[in-house]
């Protein structure tokens, strides 16, 4: 079965520049959420999109905004990247609705140097 | 205080043992519940839901949810080697758009 995909697997970047991450969620799931997990971390809820529009938000820098396309797939954009902010970025899908279960892509390893 | 509490860790039983983790939340609004297991490195893979009050089995694995006392829990039977991870519990809310997580229970089962 199909399952959640994010590009790239690794990526290297240095303080102050600029990184994508994508999100390619289980095709006919409507729902994208992004999670961010630092080493030894539970995961951090950042922000999640319903239908292509933002639903919820966490504790999402001001420096990263993101968004979810025509086609569900979704992209978080991290700018004046941070030392700080190396660590694993999972996107997860799901059907919107009351019982309905999320999976997890395998995950960026986000490294700032 | 953290939305997810669960019990810390680590966790070590010997192989064929039983692994017993727990769970509690505070939002009483909450509806699904579930397991996630990662290993080190790794994304979270779902291994259980829950959406009603009492047990449910799948394999090796069951959940028991008491929703009177937030709280959610996870029995492993016949704990293997293989199931030597860390265990979070996640919980949502009706009509919510995230799930929240447990800091995680690192189990470690002993050959």
């Known amino acids: 079965a199909a399952g959640v995909i994010q590009s790239p697997r690794h990526l290297i970047k240095e303080k102050r520049e600029t990184a994508t991450l994508k999100c390619y969620p289980i095709?006919?799931?409507?729902?994208v959420y992004w999670y961010q997990q630092g080493p030894g971390q539970d995961p951090q809820f950042l922000i999640s999109?319903?239908?292509?529009?933002?639903?919820d938000k966490g504790s999402i820098p001001d420096r990263f905004s993101a968004q979810q396309f025509s086609d569900y797939h979704s992209e978080l954009n991290m700018s004046s990247l941070e030392l700080g902010d190396s660590a694993l970025y999972f996107c997860?899908?799901?059907?919107?609705?009351?019982?309905?279960?999320?999976?997890f892509g395998q995950g960026t390893r986000l490294t700032v140097v | 205080q953290k939305e997810v509490e669960q019990n810390s860790g680590p966790l070590s039983v010997p192989e064929g043992a039983i692994a017993s983790l727990n769970c509690t939340y505070s939002?009483?609004?909450?509806?699904?519940f579930f397991w996630y297991r990662q290993y080190s490195g790794k994304s979270p893979e779902l291994i259980m839901s829950?959406?009603?009050?009492g047990d449910k089995e799948d394999g090796r694995f069951t959940a028991q949810l008491n929703k009177a006392s937030q709280y959610v829990s996870l029995l492993i039977r016949d704990s293997q080697p293989s199931d030597s991870a860390t265990y979070l519990c996640?919980?949502?809310?009706?009509?919510?758009?995230?799930?929240?997580f447990g800091a995680g229970t690192t189990v470690t089962v002993r050959a």
């Open positions: 997860a899908s799901s059907w919107t609705g009351a019982n309905t279960e999320a999976f």
């Open positions: 095709p006919r799931h409507d729902t």
């Open positions: 999109f319903y239908e292509k529009m933002q639903s």
């Open positions: 939002d009483r609004v909450s509806q699904s």
């Open positions: 829950i959406y009603s009050n």
């Open positions: 996640a919980v949502r809310a009706a009509n919510d758009y995230k799930l929240s």
